[in-house]
């Protein structure tokens, strides 16, 4: 390596150095406030709806949604979102209309620091409406337990989605990246998607069916009740605890362990490529156990709904909780 490359090389190390410096400077002195460094500038507005409706709709790119009851009777639209891309509220075919107005150019797409968050805070006069559909990108959704819907479509790429209303037809949650939460809600059918994250449903009392569906991630349920469950799953654990379904449960797993404890169905189905089988049923069984490389521990009970576990690699064992 000549002279030239050398020197060229120490300056180069220098120049580095002293830009982290500064950089580290700059943090000090902003108290590490990251948010002093974006590149966006954001604004609150509140949208004040006169109109009445039945239904809500949004649609949005990058926000937390929250769905809250309104203090004064009144209904209003809080928007923390960025000067250049604000959001509409109207009502239109007796529907609330909630959707992002893009003015960006197309240099603004390119922005090197956003360390905020877009807001939008829905505060409803009502308790009951027929139904709320949510499209969203990036952001959390909550819709508060105060609330009864006919129907619910909600369905975010990247975030997570916490439901806690009822609502008396069928409800459909979708994440393709986030975790999924139903709690203390009266549903007429539930329907549970997520490519990557963990699903968790409790003290919900479903009349029609729950399908539960996820690639990778864990799911767990607790004092739950169904006409039917039917879930599928490629990676992850399922857990089940007081779990009652009057007609069938089904659970398919390809890689992933499987408990169940105290729970219980007209007829049971469970099977899983890679994982154990274990947990207690309610009632007495017709049990079916297979295992190609694992033990096998189940009463010989020859009465009741059938119970039919099989895994390839993995060990089963089910009691009856009596």
Known sequence: MSRTSKIAIVIAVIIMVAGLVMFTASLFAVGFDFTSFSTQKYETNT??????????????????????????????????????????????????????????????????????????????????????????STGDVRVHEDFKFESVDISVSTGDINYNASCTGSAELDASTGDIRVENADIGSLKLAVSTGKINVKNVNCTGDINVSVSTGDV???????????????????????FIAVDKLSIERSTGDVEIDGCDAGEIYIETSTGDVSGTVLTDKTFIADSSSGDIDVPRETRGGRCYIKTSSGDIEIRVKK
């Open 47 to 136: 949208h004040e709806i006169k109109d009445n409706f039945s239904s809500i709709s949004v649609n949005t790119d990058t926000a937390d949604i929250v769905f809250l009851p309104s203090d004064d009777g009144e209904c209003k639209v809080v928007c923390y979102e960025r000067e250049n891309m604000k959001h509409s509220a109207f009502v239109k075919d007796d529907v609330l209309v909630i959707e992002i107005v893009d003015e960006r150019e197309w240099y603004e797409y390119i922005s090197l620091f956003n360390f905020d968050n877009e807001k939008i805070n829905v505060f409803l006069p009502e308790s009951e409406y027929k139904a709320l559909t949510v499209e969203a």
């Open 220 to 242: 767990k349920l607790v004092n739950v009740k169904s006409n039917r469950l039917f879930t599928k799953g490629d990676t992850g654990d399922i857990s089940l605890k007081s």
